[in-house]
Nanobody
Framework: QVQLVESGGGLVQAGNSLKLSCAAS??????MGWFRQAPGKEREFVAG????????SYTDAVKGRFTISRDNAKNTVYLQMNSLKPEDTAVYYC?????????????????WGQGTQVTVSS
């Protein structure tokens, strides 16, 4: 089992930036992903990154604004969020997956963090 701890959420105005971090411990992991869940909505994929960082994937809504990266020496994954919009408001979750493929569905990930709130005001 892996333990994941997110940080970096907060309240920002539209157009500003935030950087989320996810510190992992407990076992070797492969793919890492960021998901988000807004009130009354299902949890949705935001971005994913392979073990080496060579392969990344983004949902269309964040392409060109968000960047996922990882530092394996620190066992940490990041999500740089630029040009934030009110519709980005959600609880953001970090997730870990044992596979080598960057999956985009929540059920492919077997470990989850507790989430961090991101609120973007207009």
């Amino acid at each position: 089992q892996v333990q994941l701890v997110e940080s970096g959420g907060g309240l920002v105005q539209a157009g500003n930036s935030l950087k989320l971090s996810c510190a992992a411990s407990g076992r070797t992991f492969s793919t890492m992903g960021w998901f988000r869940q807004a009130p009354g909505k299902e949890r949705e994929f935001v971005a994913g990154i392979s073990r080496t960082g060579i392969s990344t994937s983004y949902t269309d809504a964040v392409k060109g604004r968000f960047t996922i990266s990882r530092d394996n020496a620190k066992n940490t994954v990041y999500l740089q969020m630029n040009s934030l919009k009110p519709e980005d408001t959600a609880v953001y979750y970090c997730a870990a997956d044992r596979s080598i493929v960057v999956h985009t569905t929540p059920d492919a990930y077997d470990s989850w963090g507790q989430g961090t709130q991101v609120t973007v005001s207009s």
